[in-house]
């Protein structure tokens, strides 16, 4: 999507109803944030105007090896359709994951992020509180953008505007609640930076992307006669 045309939605006054947003500029986190694990067992910084995670130095379950850092927020419930939208990456390195989930208090409606601690990766995972864990191959260290869209009977997963699953909804309403998981093995000498840009859940997708596409349809030059 076109910079001038994000912004537009952003600036959308319709979009601002029930929606929530964050770009995480810093210079902390906002309050709306709940963090799952004390401030000494992470570290993480706002240069480039974006949330940069630097260190996880506290094992959950020391027997598996893991540590890891959580953070929820939540906001007013949404109905059934909705789009999650959110741009996080990760510098080159080893041994760590990160996701984004969108759900409520009954089930995770949305669940999907890059790990590098399966045989076989970095994958892609996505999945609902209903389905298998599905994977595909993640793509290079970098920024990506994810979205989860629920719409109707079914939750669509997409990377970088390509469509990789679309999974059975799960019961439960709309969305509440956005939260992100940050994961490495311990103790990893190759950590390197997780990067989360910004978040946005917006309410019925179909009227978010009818108006993108007006816009984008405004903003098309045409040939003088």
């Known amino acids: 999507m076109k910079l001038w045309v994000a912004a537009a939605l952003l600036a959308w006054p319709g979009a601002a109803l029930g929606q929530f947003f964050d770009d995480f500029n810093g210079p902390a986190l906002l309050p709306h944030w709940n963090p799952g694990s004390p401030p000494a067992h992470w570290a993480y910084d706002f240069s480039g105007g974006m949330l940069n995670v630097t ?12 540590n890891n850092a959580y953070m929820t927020a939540f906001f007013p419930q949404l109905g059934e359709d909705f789009v999650a939208s959110v741009r996080m990456g990760w510098d080159a390195g080893d041994g760590r994951g990160m996701s ?6 009954i089930t995770a409606l949305g669940r999907f992020g ?11 995972f996505g999945s609902t509180g209903t389905s298998a864990l599905n994977l595909a191959t993640a793509p290079p260290a970098g920024m990506h953008e994810f979205q989860i869209v629920g719409t109707g009977s079914s939750v669509s997963f997409i ?46 997708p179909s009227t978010v992307l009818a108006l993108a596409t007006g816009l984008w349809i405004l903003g098309v030059p045409r040939r003088r006669p």
Do not use: C
């Open 159 to 204: 990377l970088n505007g390509s469509l990789l699953w679309v999974l059975p909804r799960p019961p439960g309403g709309g969305p509440n609640s956005v939260g992100f998981a940050f994961i490495s093995d311990y103790p990893n000498p190759l950590f390197a930076p997780l990067r989360v840009d910004f978040v946005q859940v917006l309410p019925n």
């Open 114 to 124: 890059v790990t590098e601690q399966m045989a076989g990766g970095p994958v892609i």
């Open 100 to 105: 984004v989930v969108v759900g409520n208090e």
């Open 55 to 66: 260190g996880l130095f506290h094992p959950s379950l020391p027997k598996v090896g893991s």
